[in-house]
Nanobody
Framework: QVQLVESGGGLVQAGGSLRLSCAASGSIFSFYGGSWYRQAPGKERELVAAITRGGNTNYRDFVKGRFTISRDNAKNTLALQMNSLKPEDTAVYYC???????WGQGTQVTVSS
């Protein structure tokens, strides 16, 4: 069974940066691509960014120009570099492996104003 373990969340002031990482127990990100989602209190989980098997990236408008998704095939990791963070970015962030349908446990990101 594939396991996804996230790290890198925390508390940061508005305008700051955080880097999230998701480590997989197998080569799923290189084979299937990967995604990052987030869920704020009282809201539905929403897609933030995705990277395809071929390396193409897609971003929601609300993070374009601020967030960057990447992967390291050799380390079986998926990353999300988050810059210019805003209070509205506060949420639990989850990595997701399409194809196998596995979710990470989530990591809290809190941006203070």
């Amino acid at each position: 069974q594939v396991q996804l373990v996230e790290s890198g969340g925390g508390l940061v002031q508005a305008g700051g940066s955080l880097r999230l990482s998701c480590a997989a127990s197998g080569s799923i990100f290189s084979f299937y691509g990967g995604s990052w989602y987030r869920q704020a209190p009282g809201k539905e989980r929403e897609l933030v960014a995705a990277i395809t098997r071929g390396g193409n990236t897609n971003y929601r408008d609300f993070v374009k120009g601020r967030f960057t998704i990447s992967r390291d095939n050799a380390k079986n990791t998926l990353a999300l570099q988050m810059n210019s963070l805003k209070p509205e970015d506060t949420a639990v962030y989850y990595c997701y492996a399409p194809g196998v349908g596995y979710w990470g446990q989530g990591t809290q990101v809190t941006v203070s104003s």
